[in-house]
Each structure stands twice: as structure tokens, then as C-alpha cells.
């Protein structure tokens, strides 16, 4: 059986990782490498276990997790896509479970917010996850004075939370946002998108999707 520990064990999807990100980073992409494939791994486990979903629906939600950002190895745009068919391609050659499979490609294939629809738990729990990994360690460019709204905005959050309440009604992403370095109307403007996008996961979850900025709720 395919587990979290082989595929993050594995050199050949390391490599991918790190090429993917080497991509993002020529062109200034904020940073999409293992510390963030692996939060978004941990996060959507989270989700998925808070919510009470079985063991191996977990596992595959962190396998989908860790390989979710592979396409942008082949481009940036339609990467969700071309990164499930790489980890289709992959996962096949070790032996996974066709059932399982569908499961991660579909999750995969879902992620960004271009295309991606909630379609099942996995798929919300991995966008959940994705769009709540906002923080200051993302930010390669070492000059302030050249950022642009991404860096501004990944720059200025200083905390991000993502946490569901007792009753499991509702997810809440809490920022603690620097107006120094980006505004909340910064936020907005490249964020409205993935937040619509959150709220749909999380009504696939069956919660409310909150948004929390310096202790004001604004969604
Ligand atoms: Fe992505
Ligand atoms: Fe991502």
C-alpha cells in the first residue's frame, strides 16, 4: 500500500519538487517547495481527521498534499492539471490502488483556483489547505523595494491559522496582517478568488468559511 512516508521518501518526486519550484522562482514565484507542499499535506490530514474521515482517506489527502504543486514542473499555467497526470504517471508505475489514484488525481486536478471545484472531501480539504498557506517565509525576494503584490502581500503576514470549531460548522482562516509592508485591500485583490473558492470547499465539508484579518471577521 502506497503511504505518505514512501512518496515523501522517494528521490525521483524530490527532484520534481525541486525543479517545479526552481521554475517558480525564475519566474518570481513566492516559494512552492516542501515547506509548502508539506503544510499543505499536514493541513488538509488535519481537516480531513478533525472532520472525523477515515485513516486511509487521510493518507491519500496527504499523498495528494505533498504531490499537489508538481505540474509547475511542466508550466505554471494548467499546473493543477498536467500535476495530476505526472502523479497519475507515478503513482501507477508504484503499483497504488486505480480507486486510490482517481482519488489524488482528482485532487490534484481541483487545487487551483482557475478551474478547481471542490468535488469531493479531499479535493476541499487540499484547496483549504493550499489557499490558507499565506506567510512571510514564502517570500524569496530579499529587496522591498522591488516586490510585487504577491511578495507584499505573503510579506506582511506575519500569522496565518487555519482552525475549525468544536461543532465542525465552521473553518476559520485567521491572518495577523503588517499594513507596512501590504494592505488588506492588497489581500483582497489577489486572494478574492481563492477565497471564494475556500468557502466552496468548506460548504463541501459542511462548515461556513470565515475569514478573520487582525481580529476583524470579513467574510
Ligand atoms: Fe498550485
Ligand atoms: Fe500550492
Not at 502506497?2 to 528521490?11: A, F, L, N
Not at 490558507?132 to 506575519?158: G, M
Not at 509592508?181 to 463541501?204: H, P, T
Request: net charge negative.
Amino acid at each position: 500500500m502506497i503511504t505518505y512516508e514512501k512518496i515523501t521518501k522517494s528521490e525521483a518526486i524530490k527532484t520534481y519538487i525541486t525543479r517545479a519550484d526552481e521554475s517558480l522562482a525564475a519566474l518570481g514565484y513566492t516559494e512552492h517547495s516542501f515547506s509548502h507542499v508539506m503544510h499543505v499535506a499536514r493541513m488538509a490530514g488535519y481537516i480531513l481527521e478533525t472532520l472525523g474521515h477515515d485513516a486511509r482517506t487521510i493518507e491519500l489527502a496527504k499523498i495528494a498534499g505533498y504531490l499537489h504543486d508538481i505540474g509547475n514542473l511542466v508550466n505554471r499555467k494548467d499546473h493543477s492539471q498536467s500535476g495530476a497526470v505526472m502523479a497519475w504517471s507515478i503513482l501507477n508505475d508504484m503499483g497504488c490502488d486505480p480507486g486510490e489514484m482517481a482519488t489524488i488525481v482528482t485532487a490534484i486536478g481541483n487545487h487551483d483556483e482557475g478551474t478547481g471545484v471542490p468535488v469531493n472531501a479531499v479535493a476541499a480539504a487540499m484547496i483549504l489547505a493550499d489557499k490558507a498557506d499565506v506567510r512571510r517565509s514564502r517570500v524569496r525576494n530579499q529587496d522591498i523595494s522591488t516586490f510585487d503584490i504577491h511578495d507584499r502581500v505573503n510579506y506582511s503576514v506575519q500569522h496565518s491559522e487555519l482552525t475549525i470549531n468544536e461543532e465542525k460548522t465552521q473553518v476559520t482562516l485567521t491572518l495577523s496582517v503588517d499594513t507596512q509592508y501590504g494592505s488588506v485591500m492588497d489581500y483582497f485583490e489577489i486572494f478574492m478568488q481563492r477565497m471564494i473558492l475556500c468557502r466552496k470547499a468548506a460548504e463541501k465539508l459542511g462548515m461556513k468559511f470565515r475569514l478573520v484579518i487582525n481580529n476583524q471577521q470579513v467574510i
